[in-house]
C-alpha cells in the first residue's frame, strides 16, 4: 500500500535512545514472547488505516502486567518507545511507529476477570475484545453496549475514547469506564479509581487516560459499567426524500426526549453499497436504522412515537419488528458498510474518517459535505451516528493516482474545518494518532499547550507512542 | 465555631509571596469591587462545614471572565493564592485560604449566555446557580438535571463534580458538563472542548478540570448539556421494615434495569426529623423517596414494577402520585434534611459527610454505619443517593465537648476506610477540599503521585487554592 506521508510529526523525534540494549534486554526475558520478524513488525506497523506502515523494531506480546512493566521499565531506561497495540483496528494510525520502538502487544491478555452482577461491572483485561466479553456475559443478563463495529480490543477502545452505534444512548467509553490500571512512564502500576459507581475524591485520572492513546499509560486493566440486557428490543428501517429530512427527523427525535439506542443514517449510496454486499433489497435513498430499548410497552411506543415525527418529515414507512434474526441482518449490514463499500470501487482504499457537530448543524454539514463529494467526483459513502451529530465518510481512493489523492487530502481538510467551524470536533470517535494532530491546534487552541504540559508531565522522556496527539 | 485543626495540610505551605504588592495591583484595578473587610474576608474563608475559618486577605468579585484573568495574573506574578469562590455550599473546606490570598468570588458572574435549544445545551458563567438556571430554562421545555441540594453554583459544582438526587438517571458533573473556558495559573485562557456531543480529540481536559475544585484551572464559562423535561413525572414514597430490606430493593431496581429518577434512603431517625421539620405524617422505619420520569404509560409502568420489587423485600405500600404539588412537598421535605437533623440537637453543629461503595455493600456498609453511630451514642441521621450505592451520614456534634468531637472524628474515619475497604471512596459527591486530603493515599495509593505531578506541571507555582486535594 502506497502511504501518505505525515512530514508534520518528524518535528518530534524523541532523543536517540538505546534500542540495542533495550532488545538484548526484552529477548532476554521475553524469548518467544518477542519478535523481530519483519512480517510480525509489519502488521503492528499499521492499521486500518491509509496511513503509511511505519513497523516497531520488535513486538512483545505481554501475557501479564507483569510483562507490562517489564517491557516500559527497559524502554524507559534505554529511551526507547513503547506503543500499545490491541487487535489493531485503530483508523489515524494510532499503532504506527514513527520512531520504531517496541510494539506492545497485549491481545493475549485476554481473560475476563471478575464479573460483579450485583453491582453490574466487571474487570476485563485489555486485550478482551468486545464481542468475546459479551459472550462471556451471556449468561449473566448483563452486556456491555459500546459498538465501534469493528470487534476492537477493550483496551484499544479505551485508548482512543471508543463509541459506535449505542452511544446516543449508553454514552461512550468515557461514560462506561469506572476506572483503570495502567502502567506509567517509569513503569509504576496505578489504580485510577475504585468500583464506586461515582467518585469526587481528586483529579479523573480515568478520563485523563482514557482518549490518551496510549501517550500516558499502558492500561493493563479495565473495570467497566455493564447493562442489563433490556427486557424488549425492537428496530427497523425509515427512507426518506433527502437527507435534510432524514437528518430533521433526528434532531427532532432526540428533541422528543425518545431514548432511542441507536439511529444511524445511511445515505443513498450507502444503501445502494450495502444492499449489493449484504443483500438487502432497501429503497436507495437517505434511509435511518433505529433501535429502541426498554419494557415491551416502551419499545412499542417509542417505535410509534418515532414513526410520527418520521410521518413529519416526509419519511416512512417506518417498518419495525420484534424480530432478533431480522434485526441482527440489518445491524450486520450497518457493520459490515465498511466492506460494502469497498465493493463499490474494487482495489481501492477505504479511507475513514469522521467528524462530530452540534446536531442542530448536523443537516447543513453533511449537506455541504456531499456537494463537495459530488464537485470533487469522489466515491465516498456516508455513514452517521446522527444521533450524536457524528458522521463518517469512506473515501474510496485510487491511491496510484496522486492527483485523487491530493483531491481527497484537500477534501479531507475541508470537512474538518468544516465541522470545526460548526462549533463541532475533527473526530468524534476515531481518535486523533498522528492522523488528525494538526488539526488539533484549529479546535482547540491554547488548550494544547495545556494536554503537552501534562504530556511532558506524566511521560517525560517521551518514550510513550510518541508522534501521536501533541508535538512535544 | 470551634473548628477542627488540619494540621497536615500545613505542610505544604507555598513560598511566601509578595501579598503586599497583590493588594495594591488589585486595589488600583478592582475598586469597590474589592474587600478587605474582616467580615467579608470570614464570610469567604469557610462554607456549610465544621472545619475552621481561614479567611484570604482579601475578596475580589469578578464581574467577567477579564476580571478572572487579571486576578490570576496578579497572583501569579506575585505568587499569592488564589481561591475560587462560588455560593459557599461545599462541604469539606474548599474554600477555606489556609496560606490567605485573594479569594475570587464569581457569583456576580451570573448570566447565562446561550441556550441552544435545538441542541440541548447552554453556556452559562459559573456564577449561575442551578435554580437560577433552570428557572431561566423554563420556556424551553428543557431542564438541567444536577441536583446537589444546596442552590449551588454551576462553577462550583464543576469544581466538586458534584451530582445528588438525580444522578442515578442523569449522571453527575462529569456528565453533564460539554467543555469549559478556564483561566490557567499563568493567566492564560483555554476552551477544553467543543459543543460536540462526544469527541476523541486529545485528551479529556474538561473531565480533568471538573472535579479539581479550582486546583488547576478558574472556570470562567460552562457548556451544560440540558435534558427535555419529562413528559410525565411520578414519585412516591416506600416504607420497608429494615435499612437491609430498603438496601435490598434498591439493587434489586437497579439490576432489573428500571430508568429510576430518583431512589433516596431515609433511615428511620432521618423521617423523623423529616416528620417534624417538614410536617410529614410517614411512619418512622426505613423509607425510600422515589421518582420516574419518561411518558404517561412509561411512568406507570416503572411505579408498579418498583412497587412488586418493593413487595418481594417486605416493604410497601408504595404510595406515589402524579400529582406535582405533593410530590414537590416530599422532595422539599428531602432537601430540607440537613435542616431537619439540626433541630433533632439544636445548639450543635452538623458535620456532613458522604461515601460511596459497590452497590452490593451498600446494605453492609449503612449497617455497620448503623452500628457504630449506636455503640457511640451519636445522634447522626442517615439519607442516601443509594441508587449509586452514595449516602450520607449528618453528625450532630456539641463542638465545645473535646471528648465528643473526637469520638466523632474516630467515626468518620473509620466510616471512610469501611467505604475504601468495600472498593468505593472516600466522597461520593462532597470532594476532598482539606478535610478528606488524607485519605486518598489509601484510597488510590500511587495515583495521587500522578494527581500531584499534573498539579505541578499546570500549576507550578501552587497559587491555584493551594492546600486542597493533594499535597505539592
Redo the contacts between chains.
Keep these: 500500500m502506497t502511504g501518505v506521508a505525515e512530514p508534520s510529526v518528524l518535528a518530534s523525534v524523541p532523543e536517540t535512545g538505546d534500542l540495542g540494549t533495550a532488545l538484548e534486554s526484552l529477548s532476554g526475558r521475553f524469548h518467544n514472547q518477542m519478535s523481530t520478524a519483519a512480517a510480525v513488525r509489519e502488521q503492528h506497523g499499521h492499521t486500518t488505516t491509509w496511513h503509511k506502515n511505519q513497523p516497531p523494531d520488535a513486538v512483545v506480546f505481554a501475557q501479564s502486567t507483569e510483562d507490562v512493566i517489564a517491557v516500559v521499565k527497559t524502554c524507559a531506561e534505554c529511551r526507547v518507545p513503547v506503543i500499545p497495540f490491541g487487535t489493531g483496528t485503530s483508523l489515524e494510525g494510532q499503532v504506527n511507529a514513527p520512531f520504531g520502538g517496541i510494539s506492545l502487544d497485549v491481545s493475549q491478555m485476554n481473560r475476563v476477570l471478575e464479573v460483579?452482577?450485583?453491582?453490574?461491572?466487571c474487570v476485563v483485561q485489555p486485550g478482551v475484545t468486545r464481542k468475546q466479553l459479551n459472550n462471556e456475559l451471556r449468561a449473566t443478563g448483563l452486556f456491555f453496549p459500546i459498538d465501534p463495529g469493528a470487534d476492537a480490543s477493550i483496551g484499544g477502545m479505551v485508548g482512543?475514547?471508543?463509541?459506535g452505534t449505542n452511544?446516543v444512548r449508553y454514552?461512550?467509553m468515557?461514560?462506561n469506564v469506572l476506572s483503570l490500571q495502567a502502567v506509567?512512564a517509569d513503569g509504576?502500576?496505578?489504580?485510577?479509581?475504585?468500583?464506586?459507581?461515582?467518585?469526587?475524591?481528586?483529579?479523573?485520572?480515568t478520563?485523563?487516560l482514557?482518549?490518551?492513546e496510549g501517550t500516558?499509560g499502558v492500561v493493563t486493566e479495565i473495570t467497566l459499567k455493564l447493562?442489563?440486557i433490556?427486557?424488549a428490543i425492537s428496530g427497523g428501517v425509515c427512507p426518506f426524500h433527502t437527507l435534510e429530512d432524514a437528518c430533521n427527523a433526528v434532531?427532532a427525535t432526540?428533541?422528543?426526549?425518545i431514548?432511542v439506542a441507536r439511529i444511524e443514517l445511511l445515505d443513498e449510496l450507502q444503501v445502494r453499497a450495502s444492499n449489493a454486499y449484504s443483500k438487502l433489497t432497501l429503497r436507495e435513498t437517505p434511509t435511518l436504522f433505529l433501535e429502541f430499548h426498554?419494557?415491551e410497552?416502551?419499545v412499542r411506543?417509542q417505535s410509534e412515537m418515532f414513526g410520527a415525527i418520521a410521518e413529519d418529515f416526509g419519511g416512512g414507512p417506518f417498518e419495525w419488528t420484534h424480530d432478533p434474526e431480522e434485526r441482527n441482518r440489518l445491524w450486520q449490514a450497518r457493520h459490515d458498510a465498511y466492506f460494502a463499500d469497498m465493493q463499490l470501487r474494487p482495489g481501492t482504499e477505504g479511507l475513514a474518517t469522521d467528524v462530530?457537530?452540534?446536531?442542530?448543524r448536523l443537516a447543513e454539514c453533511i449537506l455541504a459535505t456531499k456537494a463537495d463529494i459530488e464537485s470533487l467526483g469522489l466515491v465516498a459513502p456516508i455513514v452517521g451516528h446522527v444521533g450524536?451529530?457524528?458522521f463518517h465518510v469512506s473515501v474510496l481512493v485510487d491511491m496510484e493516482d496522486q492527483a485523487e489523492v491530493a483531491r481527497v487530502e484537500s477534501f479531507m481538510h475541508d470537512l474538518v474545518e468544516r465541522?470545526?467551524a460548526m462549533?463541532?470536533?475533527?473526530?468524534?470517535?476515531?481518535?486523533?494518532g498522528h492522523g488528525?494532530m494538526k488539526?488539533?491546534d484549529a479546535?482547540?487552541?491554547?488548550?494544547?499547550?495545556?494536554?503537552r504540559?501534562?504530556?511532558?508531565?506524566?511521560d517525560p522522556l517521551n518514550i510513550l507512542n510518541p508522534g501521536k496527539?501533541?508535538r512535544v
Design positions: 460483579h452482577q450485583e453491582d453490574l461491572d482512543t475514547r471508543a463509541s452511544a454514552g461512550t468515557k461514560d506509567m509504576s502500576l496505578v489504580h485510577t479509581g475504585t468500583r464506586a459507581r461515582k467518585s469526587s475524591a481528586g483529579y479523573d485520572l478520563r485523563l482514557v482518549g490518551s500516558l447493562h442489563g433490556p427486557e434532531i432526540i428533541q422528543s426526549g431514548p426498554g419494557s410497552g416502551g411506543e462530530c457537530v452540534p446536531i442542530s450524536d451529530g457524528n465541522a470545526i462549533d463541532g470536533t475533527c473526530t468524534g470517535e476515531h481518535g486523533v488528525k488539526y488539533l479546535e482547540l487552541g491554547g488548550a494544547v499547550d495545556v494536554m504540559s501534562v504530556k511532558k508531565a506524566l496527539i501533541v
